[in-house]
């Protein structure tokens, strides 16, 4: 079932009769409107809907503006996937203050997957110097990506060695093949794969695996920046690593920077940070014994 989800931003989601009204203009057919809180409506639809037309006929018909509401677009499978982490397409941001006498640290974000395999290492996603008395802020977009990196020795403290990073989506881009040529790693089309929800990759038959000192690393990321990856080894077509899509953000302070596989155990505190609803901000202050976390 097709759907778009349409949350408050500047403005209360629209009326059922406006949605379905831009709805109809854009030959489409609302089959159900659910009110999924005070801040969002999930519209289920049928009909070849052009997203842009879409948004900008509900803007003119509900007297809205660009910043009104956020739209999430895909269907019941993907809707599911995207509420562990977040809405597609929308902005977020982290604060983190550094209220203790911890100096000379990096503030980090990093992703955990209870659902990942063992090979599988966590990366420090975002890492900036963060000293005593100051603050660091990210900020990013819910976009996912295909990585691949040409460092395959995935110890804690070691970088995964960035090399590319093409766009994904969790429904028509979800699938791809890493290939290795003329001594160079690279990505082949992105296509949709058989699993709505979750990100494929296959791993040529010339890919190096285990014991090939030019063995590199593949995964994912997100907003560009790889958030795990594994040693890449052939799967051929047949085969591939598939990774679920419901990870958990984590923040700590350390040494790690941007792209090195993370030891939770050598982190200071690390605490999870968990967005929920309407709320796309979490400032998250450190005081030496214990995080406080407020939401906005």
Known sequence: MLLVK???????????VDITTAMKRCNGTVSSIVQDGAGTKIVYFTGD??????????QFVAQGGQMSWLFFWGDSVTLQSSAQVGVAGSGYS???????QIDNSRAIVFQQDPETPSEVASLAW???????????????????????????????????Q???????????????????????????????????????IHESDNVPGAGNIDQGSVGIGMFGKGTFVRPTQPTGM?????????????????????????DTSVLYYPEQVMFSGNMFHADCAFDGRKWSISYS
């Open 126 to 160: 975002l890492s900036k110097m963060c000293h005593k008395n100051t603050q660091v802020t990210y900020n990013w977009t819910l976009n996912f990506n295909f990585v691949w990196g040409q460092n395959g020795n995935l110890k804690p403290g070691v970088s995964y």
């Open 162 to 200: 960035a090399g590319g990073s093409i766009p994904a989506d969790l429904t028509a881009n979800n699938q791809v093949t890493l290939d290795y040529v003329d001594g160079g790693f690279e990505f082949g089309p992105t296509s949709a794969g058989p699993s709505q929800g979750s990100l494929l």
């Open 49 to 58: 809907v052009n997203h842009t037309v879409f948004q900008n006929t509900l």
């Open 94 to 100: 982290i604060t983190i203050r550094n209220n203790s």
């Open 238 to 262: 047949s085969g591939g690593i598939q990774f679920g899509i419901h990870p958990e953000y984590w923040v700590a302070f350390g040494s790690y920077e941007e792209g090195e596989v993370v």
């Open 6 to 16: 349409i949350e408050k931003y500047q403005q209360s989601p629209p009326s059922d």
